[in-house]
C-alpha cells in the first residue's frame, strides 16, 4: 500500500525545498525524497562552495599583488586543505539551517533515490536501507543535472574532475587542464590560477563563452590571458591518456595544427545532463524533449495531470535565482494566479575576477531578433571607483531602443558587474527610459554611479553607433 500526501516532491533543489516549506506551512501534508544534498546543489556543490573558494583565490590574488597597494608581505604559499576547510563549515552551517526549515515549516525530507511505478507514486529506496511507496495528489519534480563527459576517447578512463571534485581537493594540482570554457570552467580554472596552479582552459567552440557578444569574450579572454591564464579555443580533442590527479594529456586539434596538453589533472566543465533518466518518467506519463529534459508548459505543468516540473530538469535557464522564480510560479498558480516563464528578464553573473554580468538583449540577440539598437560603451578605466582600488579593467555596454529611450540591454566585465546589472534591471523592469537613470543622483564613488557617464553616451535618434 501507498502512503498518501497531499504535496509530493522528488528532488530537494531550489524550487522543490522552498514549495515543500510553503506548502508545509499552509497545513498541507508534504513529503520531499531527496537522495543526497540537503537543499540541493546550490548550498553544497555548485553556486555557494565554488563562490566561497573564488573568495579565497581573490584573497590569493591581493596577497600576491600587496606590494602594489603599499604592503610588505613575507613568502606566500596556499593551504588547500583550509581553503577546503573553511568552504565545508559554510556548506555544514548552509545544511544546519535547511534541515531547521525542514522541522520547522512540518514538511518530512525522506533521504533516498525515487522512481515513479505508477502515476504520481514514487517507490524510494531508503539511503538507510527499506524502501516506501508514496502517493501524492500533486507532484512536483525538482531533479536538477549533473556534469555531462563529452565522449572523447579516454576521457572517462582518466577519471576526470567534475565542479563537485574540484571543489574538495586538498591539494594544488601542478597543472589543471579545464576542458570547457563555460562559466564553470572560467570560474575555477581562475580560482586555481591564482591559488597557483597552471591551468589550461579548452574550448570546442570559436570562443570563450560562446553566447556572448564577442567583444565581451575577447575581453574576458585578455584578462584570464594577463594572469597566464592559457586558453585554446576552437580545439577539438580527440583523445586523452592518463589519469587524472597524476598524469593527464589531452590531444587537442585547432586550425593551427595538433599539439598534446600535458597536465597533472583535468576538469569537465562542458555543460550538464538532466537527471531525468532511469527514474520511470514514462510510467508517470511525463514525457521528455530531445535533449532529455522534462517537457513543461509555460506554467511549468507536465503531460501529466497533476504533475509540475521545475528548475534546471524542466529546461528552465540554469540559474538558482530561476528555479526560485520557478517555484514562485507554481506557488501563485495553484492560489488561482496566471503567471507563467514568459517573457522573464532573467539576469546572470559569472563570477570570476572581475565578474562578467548580463540582462536583457546582447548585441548578438538583438541581430538574431532584427532589433535595432542604439549602443553606447565605457571602458571601465574611465570610472573613477575602479580607478581608486585599481581594477580599470573590462568595459560597460548598454543596448537602448533605435526608435524609443527604453533600455532593451546591459553587459558589464567589471568590478562588482552583479550589482550593477540589479540597478539596469530594475530601471527595465520598471520601463524608465534610459534618460532617467542618466539623470538620476548616484552616490559618488560607486560602480553604479557609472551609469551616468555610459548613458550618456548613448547616440542620438537616427545615429546607431
Ligand atoms: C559549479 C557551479 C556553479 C554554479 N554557480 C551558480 C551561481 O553562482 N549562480 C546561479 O544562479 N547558479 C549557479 N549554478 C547553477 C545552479 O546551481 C542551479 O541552477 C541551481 O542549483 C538550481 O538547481 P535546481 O533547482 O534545478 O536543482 P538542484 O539544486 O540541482 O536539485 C536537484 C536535487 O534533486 C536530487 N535528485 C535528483 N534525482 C533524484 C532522485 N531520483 N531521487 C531523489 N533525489 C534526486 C539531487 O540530489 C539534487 O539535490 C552553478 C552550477 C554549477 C555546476
Redesign the pocket.
Known sequence: MAERVEILI???????KLLAWDMARSGRRTAV??????????P????????NEIWSAKVAHLVHHAAEFGMRTGRVATDMATVRQRKREMVEAQIAAHLQKYKESGAELIM????FVAPKTLE?RLNDGGTRVLTGDRVFL??????AIPSVPGLEAARPL??IE??ELDYLPPHLIVLGGG??GL??GQAYRRFGSRVTVVEHGPQLMGREDPDVSDEMQRILGDEDLRCVVGAETPHVHGRSGKEVTLVVRTSAGEQRIEGSDILV?TG?TP?TA??GLEEAGVELDARGYIRVNERLETSAPDVWA?????G?????????D?FRIIRDNLAGAQRSTRDRLVP????TDPQLAHVGLSERDAQRRGVTARVARLPMSAVLRAQTIGETRGFMKALVGASDDRILGFTMIGPEAGEVVAVMQTAMLADLPYWRLRDAVIAHPTMAEALDPLLANVPRRGDRS
Request: proline share 3%.
Open positions: 522528488l528532488g530537494s533543489g531550489e524550487a522543490g525524497v531527496e537522495r543526497r544534498w540537503i537543499g540541493g546543489s546550490c553544497n556543490v555548485n553556486c555557494l562552495p565554488s563562490k533516498g533515490a525515487g522512481r524510494v525538482n531533479v536538477g543535472t549533473h556534469a567534475t565542479n574540484a571543489l562559466y564553470v570560474e575555477l566543465a550538464r537527471n532511469g527514474i521545475m528548475g534546471e530538469c524542466a528552465s535557464p540554469q540559474f538558482t535565482h530561476v528555479s526560485h520557478d546572470y553573473c559569472m563570477f
